[in-house]
T-cell receptor, first 112, second 112 residues
Framework: GQQLNQSPQSMFIQEGEDVSMNCTSS?????WLWYKQEPGEGPVLLIA?????ELTSNGRLTAQFGITRKDSFLNISASIPSDVGIYFC????????????FGKGTHLIIQP | GAGVSQSPSNKVTEKGKDVELRCDPI?????LYWYRQSLGQGLEFLIY????????KSGLPSDRFSAERTGGSVSTLTIQRTQQEDSAVYLC??????????FGPGTRLLVL
């Protein structure tokens, strides 16, 4: 399937800073999803986007579906220690597989 | 209510042995998915069930992998003649429909 390019691979930030990460694809998709995974757990859905240009918030998290339909962004404002984890973008795998294709993740580390 | 559960949570086996991984989806969820997550990597989609049928098995890494779902509920992923490269976290997710998937905590498989 098509690869998703997620960046950055990791982020080391101070508590209180804002965070921004993005995901790009060479193909157009109608759905972008953002998940967070904490150690020893499965991913948890944060935000789902279904329309180009859509901007959706979930608390301090905001995600946008790029106008080109080939990218998406996730921002976290005023980071706190519990934001630590790996953030994954995902989109439908396509080709009738009906699963999701995930990016390789952005590992967020927060220094107090 | 109860989330997706997986068992065992950890499994250590010897190369060449067969292993069986179990997934109990959220009650009422018709769709069930299996993914594999290797160390430091994103999730790799393996197979999807709608009810008891799996329309597309092409995501399974080799013919040593098989999966079944009975009664539209519990699913098992079987790996025959395990190899060291099969070591990974195997995640199961279920969905009531659409692209919202709820993940279990995973089974950590180590093949020695």
């Amino acid at each position: 399937g098509q690869q998703l390019n997620q960046s950055p691979q990791s982020m080391f930030i101070q508590e209180g800073e804002d965070v921004s990460m993005n995901c790009t694809s060479s193909s157009i998709f109608n759905t972008w999803l953002w998940y967070k995974q904490e150690p020893g757990e499965g991913p948890v859905l944060l935000i789902a986007l279904y329309k180009a240009g859509e901007l959706t918030s979930n608390g301090r998290l905001t995600a946008q579906f790029g106008i080109t339909r080939k990218d998406s962004f996730l921002n976290i404002s005023a980071s706190i220690p519990s934001d630590v984890g790996i953030y994954f973008c995902a989109r439908p795998a396509g080709g009738g597989a009906d699963g999701l294709t995930f990016g390789k993740g952005t590992h967020l580390i927060i220094q107090p | 209510g109860a989330g997706v559960s997986q068992s065992p949570s950890n499994k250590v086996t010897e190369k060449g042995k067969d292993v069986e991984l179990r997934c109990d989806p959220i009650s009422g969820h018709t769709a069930l998915y299996w993914y594999r997550q290797s160390l430091g990597q994103g999730l790799e989609f393996l197979i999807y069930f709608q009810g008891n049928s799996a329309p597309d098995k092409s995501g399974l890494p080799s013919d040593r992998f098989s999966a079944e779902r009975t009664g539209g509920s519990v699913s098992t992923l079987t790996i025959q003649r395990t190899q060291q490269e099969d070591s990974a976290v195997y995640l199961c997710a279920s969905s009531p429909g659409g692209w919202t998937q709820y993940f279990g905590p995973g089974t950590r498989l180590l093949v020695l």
